[in-house]
């Protein structure tokens, strides 16, 4: 009987041992996808002799590190990535932002061992823009709009080495333009305290894990409780939310640049995001800012059939003309195509269980809904689905007085 016992207990122990090992197997595989302890993975587009766009002609180089002849890269460490991709993404001619890691020995470093502060790493993005629409000038000022470049110790919530603000520079010029920026920051006193962001030459980019890659997408609640908990976006508010100095923004070198053609709502500055919580109604914020969806039938333009354009509610960039507008039966506002090209942005979706395609615009980079593969045959079965929230209307008639003048010949 007593052997019997032992038995029973041996054999209840092993179950358990092997229970433990197959959920520790488990969480451990489960971790290593969320991108806990997997390695990162060195840029295969990165090479030894990286580029920087000039665009006045004159000094214009030779460059090889171009993904395409409309395309340039930059890297930039603004604390958090998860922050710091996401408002590089902003940015009216960046192309995409990559989160990763820069500036330490170890070879594939993950999330683990660089959070931890000894692998002598920082989190930070690569920046993938057009020099054609914004220049590197702007794309370092944006670093000091966007975190705080006077903190030694890390970045908000986060502390330690691997927080801390940094521009990494490829050539002689990229670091010119660095020191002339924090020079002229530092001469309008715009931060309380000396600004202490690290310029240094660049090295390898190890491509951060997938769960880390478009963190504020993917995860909206979290990210921004993260975020306002943090006290970034307070700090933003308090050193640049006078709008004093927004002139930098607007006179950088890219700007200067006469090109044909160019789209008038280039040099626009999208405000703070407290700006926008207090002048956009609830529901307008939530859809461009955080990719909500109004419902269908109970919004404003999925019935209107008054002739005029549809613009950015944040910015007033033309998006889409009445001509192109037809009833899907949806109950949203649905277009066969934008009013021009280039006026949008597609970004690929995957936050339900099929992948989507959203549609942002150009400038303000703001949400504005989906395509949808439900359209007229005739157009490929191509429909843009729109959230009227993130459209204001313009009707033909006041087309002229408001400045959208060129638009009239679409109805003549």
Request: aromatic share 12%.
């Amino acid at each position: 009987m007593e052997k019997n016992t032992q038995r029973i207990l041996l054999r209840t122990l092993l179950g358990v041992i092997v229970i433990g090992a197959f959920i520790f197997a488990g969480m451990w595989t489960y971790s290593w996808y969320l991108g806990k302890v997997a390695p990162s993975v060195a840029d295969s587009t990165q090479t030894s002799t990286t580029t920087v766009a000039v665009l006045d002609a004159e000094e214009s180089t030779e460059v090889e590190d171009v993904v395409t002849e409309a395309q340039a890269v930059a890297y930039f460490a603004g604390g958090c990535f998860w922050c710091t991709e996401s408002d590089y993404e902003k940015v009216p001619g960046v192309i995409e932002a990559v989160s990763g890691y820069m500036g330490g020995a170890v070879e594939g470093p993950s999330y683990k061992q660089v959070v931890q502060g000894n692998t002598g790493h920082r989190e930070m993005v690569k920046v993938v823009y057009n020099p054609n629409t914004v220049d590197y000038r702007r794309l370092v000022l944006e670093l000091f709009r966007e975190t705080d470049p006077t903190d030694a110790g890390g970045t908000f919530y986060d502390r330690g080495y691997q927080y801390t603000s940094a521009i990494y520079y490829q050539n002689d010029t990229e670091k010119e333009v660095a020191e002339t920026v924090i020079a002229e920051l530092e001469e309008r006193n715009v931060f309380e305290k000396p600004i202490v962001t690290s310029i240094e030459p660049v090295s390898t980019f190890w491509v951060a894990e997938k769960y880390h890659q478009d963190y504020y997408k993917k995860n909206p609640i979290q990210y921004n409780y993260y975020r306002k908990g943090s006290g970034r976006d307070a700090f933003i508010e308090s050193a640049w939310g006078d709008g004093k100095n927004n002139d930098l923004f607007e006179t950088t070198k890219a700007e200067e640049v006469t090109v044909e053609g160019r789209n008038p709502w280039d040099t626009f500055v999208k405000p703070s995001d407290e700006y926008l919580r207090e002048t956009l109604t609830p529901l307008q914020y939530q859809v461009t800012q955080h990719e909500g969806t109004e419902r269908s039938f109970q919004n404003e333009y999925w019935d209107n059939h008054e002739e005029g354009i549809y613009v950015d509610i944040v910015s007033g960039e033309p998006l889409f003309s009445s001509t192109d507008k037809f009833d899907s039966g949806t109950g949203w506002p649905s277009f066969l195509k934008p009013i021009a090209e280039g006026v949008v942005t597609e970004r690929p979706d995957n936050t339900l269980w099929y992948e989507r395609t959203e549609i942002r615009s150009a400038v303000a980079d703001s949400h504005l809904g989906h395509i949808i593969l439900d359209g007229p045959v005739s157009n490929d079965r191509i429909r843009y689905c729109m959230n009227s929230a993130a459209l204001l209307f313009i009707p033909k008639d006041e087309l002229e007085e408001k400045g959208y003048g060129a638009y009239t010949h679409l109805f003549q």
